[in-house]
């Protein structure tokens, strides 16, 4: 028999003032979607975003291949039983340079505006930080508004977004007696062999990527609800003779009058030179599709891949409006146990780089403290806490938490000491090694 006076096992901590912080559980899918569909939407408009709620809805289903009923945190008012507050933990992994790490991916913030700026988002950061840890991420990441994250110990450090936008005028029209030269076709459960090969081929041009395994590539496939807002509409391209030959993940209704696409890979040897022109007829038929449907206006297409694509090499002209990206933020709590990490990586880039087999030391100021690079013939033979001192300054120097767009590629050096006057470098070997060590690099990739 259950002790009625015994603690909930789900609360974690009481916030005081009627407030306790607690665990989701499979009975919240119901209340926390309508919650979530609430906060994310228009309320001035009382018209709440029905995605947002069936993606809760669907998270808490319990299928999800690496998020379970419990990964929600909740703040709850005692005194009328209603969440308050709340967000959750995608946990995930991804590869840097190919070397795979574990990342934790918060989600789904909201406060109702009645309960905000009571500190009730900090609580439940310092939980899922203390969930991520225990589940052995280096790295989290969140999309969201500016600033607000960098609060929390997080910096903009990754490209998020961007692309290339055309509009009807620009889809390439076929001849009455031309054949189409590929196809777009509804993918199927056969296919997922297919989805992962050519997501690990397109891996090789990203710094940062997720792979998916064959359950994850299911569960996007098959496991999300019609109206999730996470949802794509993923198709195969393939030959007229039923070949393969790439995926495409477009967007399930328009948006701002455009169908977006935020999935197109090719496989090895396909040339998308090819491909381009039939896909692009095929979504400009979906837009149509979709207008019709929705009884709202269809304008343009828009490639969401990022600022470097091969899509975009060959369609410059039919995708004439660049769109910039924006950033995710990240957060690594450990640097110093990242950088041991991702060491084969680096001792790649000194390998093919002007600074081969170099032997020295590069001492890294965060002002407060720092790391100490020691290398080796060319190896990352030690890497160690340091502190700068008046004597010892070391040997660049990078405010705050700006090092982790050098050290994901986000920006180059030299990008950093013209953004930020404080960002320093003391002499010409440790540029040439923090060069060769964090080049700029492009990612783009579909996270979980």
């Known amino acids: 028999m259950t002790d009625p006076m015994a603690p909930d096992p789900a609360v974690i901590r009481d916030l005081g003032d009627g407030l306790i912080l607690r665990r989701s559980t499979a009975a919240d899918a119901e209340p926390l979607a309508e919650f979530n569909a609430d906060i994310h939407g228009d309320r001035d408009a009382n018209t709440p975003d029905e995605g947002v709620g069936v993606w809760t809805r669907d998270l808490l289903?319990?299928?999800?291949?690496?998020?379970g009923a419990g990964d929600f945190t909740i703040v709850e008012d005692t005194r009328t039983g209603k969440t308050v507050s709340s967000l959750n933990l995608i946990s995930q992994t991804w590869t840097y340079d190919g070397i795979p790490f574990g990342v934790g991916r918060p989600e789904l913030v909201a406060t109702h505006p009645d309960y905000r700026n009571r500190g009730l988002v900090r609580a439940q950061f310092e939980v899922v930080h203390q969930w991520s840890a225990e589940r052995g991420h280096k790295v989290q990441a969140i999309t969201g508004i500016p600033f607000y994250y960098r609060q929390f110990g997080y910096e903009m450090a990754l490209s998020l977004g961007g692309g290339r936008i055309g509009y009807l005028p620009h889809v390439p029209r076929l001849k009455p007696d031309q054949a189409e030269p590929y196809r777009v076709r509804p993918v199927a459960e056969a296919d997922l062999p297919f989805l992962v090969e050519v997501d690990a081929h397109a891996a090789k041009r990203s710094l940062i990527a997720c792979p998916r395994d064959l359950d994850h590539w299911r569960y996007e496939l098959f496991g999300k609800s019609e109206r999730n807002v996470s949802r794509l509409e993923i198709r195969i391209v393939e030959t007229p003779a039923g070949e393969p030959a790439g995926v495409l993940g477009h967007s399930q209704k328009l948006g701002a009058s455009r169908v977006g696409v935020e999935l197109f890979e090719l496989r090895p040897g396909v040339s998308w030179v090819a491909v381009m022109p039939s896909v692009l007829r095929?979504?400009?038929?979906?837009?149509?599709?979709?207008?019709?449907?929705?009884?709202?206006?269809?304008?343009?297409?828009a490639f969401w891949l990022g600022e470097d694509h091969p899509a975009f090499q060959v369609a410059q002209t039919r995708l004439p409006d660049v769109r910039r990206p924006y950033a995710w933020y990240l957060r690594v709590a450990d640097l110093l146990d990242f950088v041991r990490?991702?060491?084969?990586?680096?001792?790649?880039?000194?390998?093919?780089?002007?600074?081969?087999g170099h032997t020295g030391e590069l001492k890294l100021s965060f002002y407060r403290d720092g790391l100490r690079l020691l290398l080796q013939d060319g190896k990352l033979a030690a890497v160690e806490s340091w502190t700068p001192t008046v004597a010892d300054d070391g040997s660049a120097a990078f405010p705050g938490r700006t090092f982790l767009q050098l050290l994901f590629g986000y920006r180059s050096l030299e990008g950093l000491r013209s953004a930020f006057p404080d960002c320093w470098v003391d002499n010409d070997?440790?540029?040439?090694?923090l060069n060769?060590?964090?080049?700029q690099q492009s990612s783009r990739f579909l996270p979980i």
């Open 61 to 67: 289903r319990g299928d999800h291949p690496t998020f």
């Open 282 to 301: 095929y979504l400009d038929a979906a837009g149509a599709a979709y207008a019709e449907r929705e009884q709202k206006p269809y304008m343009a297409l």
């Open 341 to 356: 990490h991702i060491a084969p990586a680096l001792e790649r880039r000194l390998a093919a780089s002007v600074t081969v």
């Open 429 to 433: 070997d440790a540029r040439a090694l």
């Open 436 to 439: 060769a060590l964090f080049p």
